[in-house]
């Protein structure tokens, strides 16, 4: 997996409880919680399926404590906060 997008998963979704990682397959699934300044909680399962930093290697899917859908654009945010991070963590690591 990418160790930059990892660690961007990891990074972003802070707020949220780890129930499981596994850096083998990808997979990092999360329990429960609110986001800093939302009302609602959520879970996340995070898929980072290549080693490429693209957009392509990474999946992110949630779910609302009572099982509701969650807007794409939600998603959408998510994941781009995550590739924004791991952008940043590989520009900082290339200037060492």
Not at 17 to 27: L, Y
Not at 50 to 57: F, G, H, M, T, Y
Not at 72 to 89: G, K, M, Y
């Amino acid at each position: 997996v990418n160790k930059y997008l990892w660690q961007a998963s990891l990074e972003v979704l802070n707020f949220l409880p780890i129930e499981s990682v596994d850096p083998f397959t990808g997979v990092i699934s999360t329990g429960y919680g609110t986001p800093p300044g939302g009302g609602r909680a959520y879970r996340a399962t995070v898929y980072v399926q290549d080693p490429a930093l693209d957009a392509r290697s990474l999946r992110v899917a949630l779910q609302t404590r009572g099982g509701g859908a969650v807007s794409a654009e939600t998603a959408r945010s998510i994941e781009d906060a995550i590739l924004t991070r791991a952008r940043q963590l590989r520009i900082r690591d290339s200037k060492l």
